[in-house]
């Protein structure tokens, strides 16, 4: 069984409830029908906001977790007008597992829509993305690749922490990690080295258990992978 095999066999003994906020947007709907379809969700496609009857629950969850951006009812009740404010929040108050967005939004807005309404998760500072590439069997994390643009070493250790527990989750092995560089091992200097040399000394104290290397650059990274895997 292919990865994507296991992952929709997951997702239909699960029979989460995701939310789509964009259905105004045709791809939106069309994504939706196919997750019903195939049985791997129950689906919820969100139009306009307008009085839905669970309004009302959201804007006192979003005036608990942030007083400060929302003092009232009027500014939170405003927030939710958008789309993806509303779908995380539907996330925040337990009305749904997942909310996925972005197709009509900017990234920016995503993820400024799921830090107001549901935060990062324990044990997590740093908000990051990750890319999962799927080649058959073969499955590669990409950390981050959308979000922090110029990341502290204390930051990358932590993003690396946050793919490795996603990884074990969702591809359900013992994930390696590469710290990527433009040098390998020394081969070249400078603080951007420096940096990722710090993270790796910070990752290996925050997990211990997940074997990591680095600093290396993308091509070395992945010979050495191909390098270790079964004939």
Known sequence: MTFRARVHERARRAARRVVLPE???????????????????????????????????????????????FPTDGAAREALRHPLTFGASLVGVGAADVMVGGAAHTSAELIRAALLAVGTAPGIATLSGAFYMVEGDRVLTFTDCSVVPEPTPEQLADIALAASRDRRRIVGDQPVVAFLSYSTKGSAAGPRVDRVRRAVELFRRLAPDVACDGELQSDAALAILQAEEPA
């Open 23 to 69: 259905g105004d947007d045709a791809r939106v709907r069309a994504a939706a029908d196919r997750l019903r379809s195939e049985g791997l969700a129950q689906v919820e496609v969100l139009g306009a906001v307008g009085d839905d009857p669970r309004l009302a629950v959201c804007i006192r969850h979003l005036r608990t977790r942030r007083p400060d951006k």
